[in-house]
């Protein structure tokens, strides 16, 4: 990846994180649908958001296709927005064969076509042939590990985080645990995979849980597992 490419993401995920912090300061009003309940400011832009936030944000994710699925996605937001991901998400299900990591494994340069001339679909080769290159490496994991779920959860335990002061609205773009992750995807090969697109992974499938503390699911998605509490964002 290209040093002005990487600027950029950093830019919009930057710009993300802080739409993110101001929803832990706004009234109850605006950060409640059409249910009332309370949730996430950042996921009441529509209805396929709120969707996502409510079902799948955050739970602790142990499915290996789904957490392909999640770093496929991840990969594609690249100076882009989750936003678009999400409204996208189908037209990346048909072109990816429902993420089926081993048969995006075996694409070729048809696929790659294919994929290219699908109707609505983000145009980036190079993200597309990531997306590939990954699905190599993701069963390389699976290899050595079982699953990669295993292999990702180790990293904290097998425990979902909540570090003091993020439900406060203090949310980092990467912290240390998503370095050390970012490090050992980057040497096994993984690409797109920095630490602030990981942070955004590791919040999504639940190692950590980010949801404010007034959100209806920030107690709801640890119910039942185990989780530890952490001070400072250095402690990995």
Known sequence: MMGGRKKDC????????EGMDKSRHTKKDETRGRDSMERCRWCLCNEKMIKYHDEEWGMPLHDDRKQFEFLMMEAMQCGLNWNMMIQKREIFRTCFDGF???KVAAYQ???IRRIMETEGMIRSRRKI???????VCFLKIREEFG???EYLWKFSEGKTIQYM???KGNLPARNGLSDMVSKDLKKRGF???GSVTVYSHLQACGIINDHAESCFRYKEVTAGVPVVRKRRDKEA
């Open 191 to 193: 690409k797109y995979l």
């Open 165 to 167: 002061g993020h439900q």
């Open 129 to 135: 042939e990531a997306v590939i290159h990954n699905a």
């Open 109 to 111: 340069e048809a696929d």
């Open 100 to 102: 089926d990591y081993e």
């Open 147 to 149: 699953t990669f779920s």
């Open 10 to 17: 950093r830019t919009v995920y930057k710009n993300v994180r």
